[in-house]
Every structure is written in C-alpha cells, then in structure tokens.
C-alpha cells in the first residue's frame, strides 16, 4: 500500500503569511493527490483535487503542485479562517486511498 | 443542495456489530461512487471502504477486511455499513463522502457530518 507522509505535523502562522505544507508518497502516484481542510468538529472540505485543480468555490489563496512522489499545498496569504488541519490524500490506481497524517496550522 | 447525512453510530460493546446509514439527497445517487472514511478522536482521517455506483465494485482497508462490509440502495439513495466484530480501535466518527472522477483522479466533493461509533465494555 502506498504510505503518505506531511511535512510538518504542525505549524504555527500569523494572519497574512505564505504558508507550505509538503506531502510525500511512497512511490510515484502522478497527479492522484488531493488535499483537504478540516477545522474542529466539522467534516473535511475538498480544496484542490489532481495536485493542482482548485475546486470551486475555493479562494484563489489555495494552491497545489507536484508530481510523482512530492506534493505541496500554499496558502499565499493567511486569513484567519485558514486556521485548521489540512490532510493530503493519494487516488492513484485502486483503493486503499490513504491519507497524511495531517499537518495543523495554529495561530502564531 | 447536496446533503449527505449519516445516522446509526452509538455505544456497541466489543465484537459487537452495528450499521452505519447515509442518506443522500441533492443529486444523483445512483451516478455516483461513495466512500466511508473514519476519524478516532484526536487522530487523523482513515479511508474505511470504496463502493462503485452500481455495487460491483467494493474495496476495503485492510484495517477492517472480513469484518466490515460496504453496500448501497440506490432506489432509497442510501449507503451502508456494516460492521461486525468491533474492536475498541474502531472507535471513531465515520463518515460518508460523494465521490467525484475528475482529471482522472479521484477526490470526496461532499462529506456528511459524521456518526460517532464507541467501542467499549
């Protein structure tokens, strides 16, 4: 099974910064990534789907890149509702399609 | 309006069983792949089980292969699971999710809010 691994667990920004969270597969898995936003007690929310596609109505501040083994998702200015944990998923070739293990944003 | 909404969690002592429902509604159910993926409390998300629009198709996570098992009523627009021999690391909050083929891959556009499973004596 392919194993995905974020970077970092945890991360600590202020309001207006650039910020990168990195995702790491296993083996290649192309373009098959997708990204979520979770914030406490709700369900995760779909933000950009096959690395880089944003999904809509997502703020243009989100964006995705990478192929193959490594990913990235930046959020380009901080706003304060981007406080939350944010998970990559891996969709290459058949389930299981696992997840990260999650990287947290806090407020510095 | 898309909504999916999950019902049938509760307190269930080990090896036990329970049955997990989503009802959808908003959009064309019978089109659409499903999955279920879990939260332990505090702990980050697990992809549980895959069905394919028709019922053809199903996947499990090893985590829960030959305990589990995913199913769908098209004619009623609900998904199922159900879940046997349950074990306290099945504690968790399941959820369904819509899933959507775009650019090739695969991703969860809609989510339900979740039922919350307790495994525990």
């Known amino acids: 099974d392919i194993q995905m691994t974020q970077s970092p667990s945890s991360l600590s920004a202020s309001v207006g910064d650039r910020v990168t969270i990195t995702c790491r597969a296993s083996q290649s898995i192309s373009s098959y990534l997708n990204w979520y936003q979770q914030k406490p007690g709700k369900a995760p929310k779909l933000l950009i789907y096959a690395a880089s596609s944003l999904q809509s109505g997502v703020p243009s501040r989100f964006s995705g890149s990478g192929s193959g083994t490594d990913f990235t998702l930046t959020i380009s200015s901080l706003q304060p509702e981007d406080f939350a944990t944010y998970y990559c998923q891996q969709s290459y070739s058949t389930p299981p399609y696992s997840f990260g293990q999650g990287t947290k944003l806090e407020i510095k | 309006e898309v909504q999916l909404v999950e019902s049938g969690g509760g307190l269930v002592q080990p090896g036990g069983s329970l049955r997990l429902s989503c009802a959808a509604s908003?959009?064309?159910?019978?089109?659409?792949?499903m999955n279920w993926v879990r939260q332990a409390p505090g702990k980050g998300l697990e992809w549980v089980s895959y069905i394919s629009s028709s019922g053809s198709t199903i996947y499990y996570a090893d985590s829960v292969k030959g305990r589990f098992t995913i199913s769908r009523d098209n004619a009623k627009n609900s998904l199922y699971l159900q879940m046997n021999s349950l074990r306290a690391e099945d504690t968790a909050v399941y959820y369904c999710?819509?899933?959507?083929?775009?650019?090739?891959?695969?991703?969860?556009?809609?989510w339900g809010q979740g039922t919350l499973v307790t495994v525990s004596s």
């Open positions: 999710a819509r899933v959507i083929a775009v650019a090739g891959t695969e991703s969860a556009d809609y």
């Open positions: 908003g959009f064309t159910f019978s089109s659409y792949e």
